[in-house]
């Protein structure tokens, strides 16, 4: 059983920046999962926001984020990171991490087997 919590969420005007942190607990190594950052705003529908292979070798990204936000994982601290800048009003949702079994990175929320309770990211105009 993989534990994931998020942290790092909060509120920050347009342009600004916030890291999201994502670590695992339990005896579990997230070395053993690919790694993805969700986010769902109200009203709408869970959508892809970057994910990153076991090794760090491979990198993806929602094209709305691309340039934006980095993606980083330290499997010596069981941890996983979302660098976000230049942040929009448009980014504004609940921010989830997740883990997935499958060797490659996935986009699709099925893929994924462990997820976290998510943390709230609000951008102010």
């Known amino acids: 059983q993989v534990q994931l919590v998020e942290s790092g969420g909060g509120l920050v005007q347009a342009g600004g920046s916030l890291r999201l942190s994502c670590a695992a607990s339990?005896?579990?190594?997230?070395?053993?999962?690919?790694m993805g950052w969700f986010r769902q705003a109200p009203g709408k529908e869970r959508e892809f926001v970057a994910a990153?292979?076991?090794?760090?070798?491979?990198?993806d990204y929602a094209d709305s984020v691309k340039g934006r936000f980095t993606i980083s994982r330290d499997n010596a601290k069981n941890t996983v990171y979302l660098q976000m800048n230049s942040l929009k009003p448009e980014d504004t949702a609940v921010y989830s991490c997740?883990?997935?079994?499958?060797?490659?990175?996935?986009?699709?929320?099925?893929?994924?087997?462990?997820w976290g309770q998510g943390t709230q990211v609000t951008v102010s105009s």
């Open positions: 339990g005896r579990t190594f997230i070395s053993n999962y690919a």
């Open positions: 990153v292979s076991r090794n760090s070798k491979n990198t």
């Open positions: 997740a883990a997935s079994l499958r060797l490659g990175i996935s986009l699709i929320p099925s893929s994924y087997n462990y």
